[in-house]
T-cell receptor, first 114, second 116 residues
Framework: SQQGEEDPQALSIQEGENATMNCSYK?????LQWYRQNSGRGLVHLIL?????REKHSGRLRVTLDTSKKSSSLLITASRAADTASYFC??????????????FGEGTQLTVNP | GAVVSQHPSWVICKSGTSVKIECRSL??????MFWYRQFPKQSLMLMAT?????????EQGVEKDKFLINHASLTLSTLTVTSAHPEDSSFYIC????????????FGPGTRLTVL
């Protein structure tokens, strides 16, 4: 299956700084979701943004979506050491049926240094 | 959100043996379950979709005779890795579909398979 691309592949910042991760995808979508995965653990859902939305906030998270460029960004403000994890975007491929299978980006490994 | 459990959480087995992974939906009924695989330091890739009452559908390149999927009931889907080899070592994660086209999809906690 196609995969999106994420950049950067790895990001290392100091606590308190902001972290921005980008995701690009190839097909039309209904929505795009961002997930976090701690090393060796399962996925934690962070935020979902619909194709007709351009920006969404949740706590320290800000997600943007540009469907014309087929790209999205995840901004984590005032980062903490506990934010260290891999972050993945996932798209549903624009399928009209509910509960679509997801295509994941390659992920960004974020390291927040105390 | 949907609660999904997987068992076992990790398993180590010898090459050539078969391993069964269970995925249970705890607070809802699922007629479909997606199975993903994640190799170390890589992203998740969809392997197959189990369907209650019918055959599973497999993604291109996934051997259906090696990865047996059974949707036994509306709350249980299983993945059996047959004649496992070291290259099958991976993190296997199940996920029920979201309730609608704009609904969050949740994931099971995953099963770490190590084949010696």
């Amino acid at each position: 299956s196609q995969q999106g691309e994420e950049d950067p592949q790895a990001l290392s910042i100091q606590e308190g700084e902001n972290a921005t991760m980008n995701c690009s995808y190839k097909t039309s979508i209904n929505n795009l979701q961002w997930y976090r995965q701690n090393s060796g653990r399962g996925l934690v859902h962070l935020i979902l943004i619909r194709s007709n939305e351009r920006e969404k906030h949740s706590g320290r998270l800000r997600v943007t979506l540009d469907t014309s460029k087929k790209s999205s960004s995840l901004l984590i403000t005032a980062s903490r050491a506990a934010d260290t994890a891999s972050y993945f975007c996932a798209t549903d491929g624009g399928q009209e049926t509910s509960g679509s299978r997801l295509t994941f980006g390659e992920g960004t490994q974020l390291t927040v240094n105390p | 959100g949907a609660v999904v459990s997987q068992h076992p959480s990790w398993v180590i087995c010898k090459s050539g043996t078969s391993v069964k992974i269970e995925c249970r939906s705890l607070d809802f009924q699922a007629t479909t379950m997606f199975w993903y695989r994640q190799f170390p330091k890589q992203s998740l890739m969809l392997m197959a979709t189990s369907n209650e009452g019918s055959k599973a559908t497999y993604e291109q390149g996934v051997e259906k005779d090696k990865f047996l999927i059974n949707h036994a009931s509306l709350t249980l889907s299983t993945l059996t890795v047959t004649s496992a080899h070291p290259e099958d070592s991976s993190f296997y994660i199940c996920s029920p579909p979201g309730a609608g086209v704009s609904d969050t999809q949740y994931f099971g906690p995953g099963t770490r398979l190590t084949v010696l």
